[in-house]
T-cell receptor
């Protein structure tokens, strides 16, 4: 149980392209989904928290116009990196928590490796 | 601000050689300490949640313990398949997770 699917697993594209990443909870409903960014040999850094049907809450220093988040249903959240540049290259990971107790663990997708040329 | 520090940064073990990983934390209102395993190029895989000092959880060769300031992940008689990066995270009153940088464990046969 508690499977989170993230797609695509890898993207290579040219500078200036917008890239959409999908995060789905496959066997549970997720009121809240989280988007993280991870640099090599570093910790996961929270970018934003998205709640179904409402606007995402972004962490300090994360550009909301650059990283567009949509959480239209209890099983799907999307992250769109707009006009991506080489400095946006990173490993992006989503996670989801179920609709029960807020103390439930977050379950993670397998991440998306984004490479901007 | 919540802080999580993991040590050591890397650990090389011989198969069968038991050891412990440390996670020290400061948090405003602990709502859970979480251990995850992360394999290269993958997302973190949930292992344990600990909520209060004195609590212990076990899963196969792994055992997690919690005090008011730190948590330990004990690996008993590790096998090569236990090689991974182990991440510790704390959740505070705002329900966000703060992660440590992880301990990369390599178990040689």
């Amino acid at each position: 149980g508690a499977v989170v699917s993230q797609h695509p697993s890898r993207v290579i594209c040219k500078s200036g392209t917008s890239v959409k990443i999908e995060c789905r909870s496959l066997d549970f409903q997720a009121t809240t989904m989280f988007w993280y960014r991870q640099f090599p040999k570093q910790s996961l850094m929270l970018m934003a928290t998205s709640n179904e049907g409402s606007k995402a809450t972004y962490e300090q220093g994360v550009e909301k116009d650059k990283f567009l988040i949509n959480h239209a249903s209890l099983t799907l959240s999307t992250l769109t990196v707009t006009s991506a540049h080489p400095e946006d290259s990173s490993f992006y990971i989503c996670s989801a928590s179920g609709t029960g107790s807020p103390n439930q663990p977050q379950h993670f997708g397998d991440g998306t490796r984004l490479s901007i040329l | 601000e919540d802080q999580v520090t993991q040590s050591p940064e890397a650990l090389r073990l011989q198969e069968g050689e038991s050891s412990s990983l440390n996670c020290s934390y400061t948090v405003s209102g602990l709502r859970g300490l979480f251990w995850y395993r992360q394999d290269p190029g993958k997302g973190p895989e949930f292992l344990f949640t600990l909520y209060s000092a004195g609590e212990e959880k076990e899963k196969e060769r792994l055992k997690a313990t919690l005090t008011k300031k730190e948590s330990f992940l004990h690996i008993t008689a590790p096998k090569p398949e236990d090689s991974a990066t182990y991440l510790c995270a704390v959740r505070s009153n705002d329900y966000k997770l703060s992660f440590g940088a992880g301990t990369t464990v390599t178990v040689r046969a």
